[in-house]
Nanobody, 114 residues
Framework: QVQVVESGGGSAQAGGSLRLSCTAS????????MGWYRQAPGKQREWVAI???????AYTDSVKGRFTIARGNAKNTVYLQMNSLKPEDTAVYYC????????WGQGTQVTVSS
């Protein structure tokens, strides 16, 4: 059974930084991509960043230049470094792993105050 667990959320002031981590345990083969999504109160879940198995990364426009996604040394780990945080980054952040199936974590809360 595959389990995806996020950590590293919390509170920060505008302009601050947080680093999210995501680790998948269990048997996952042929991971195609690992990514982050977020859902703010009253809004739909939106894609934030993704890293593909070949190393390519992509970001939604609102976080470009501020967030960095990176794979860990352990193949089933991915990080999201969030700098220059803004109040509008406040959301529950979810890790997504695309392999033979699509796996999601339970989410971690990020709150940015002005």
């Amino acid at each position: 059974q595959v389990q995806v667990v996020e950590s590293g959320g919390g509170s920060a002031q505008a302009g601050g930084s947080l680093r999210l981590s995501c680790t998948a345990s269990g048997s996952i083969s042929s991971i195609g991509a690992m990514g982050w999504y977020r859902q703010a109160p009253g809004k739909q879940r939106e894609w934030v960043a993704i890293t593909f198995s070949g190393g390519t990364t992509a970001y939604t426009d609102s976080v470009k230049g501020r967030f960095t996604i990176a794979r860990g040394n352990a193949k089933n780990t991915v990080y999201l470094q969030m700098n220059s945080l803004k109040p509008e980054d406040t959301a529950v952040y979810y890790c997504n792993i695309v392999a033979a199936n699509n796996y999601w974590g339970q989410g971690t809360q990020v709150t940015v105050s002005s």
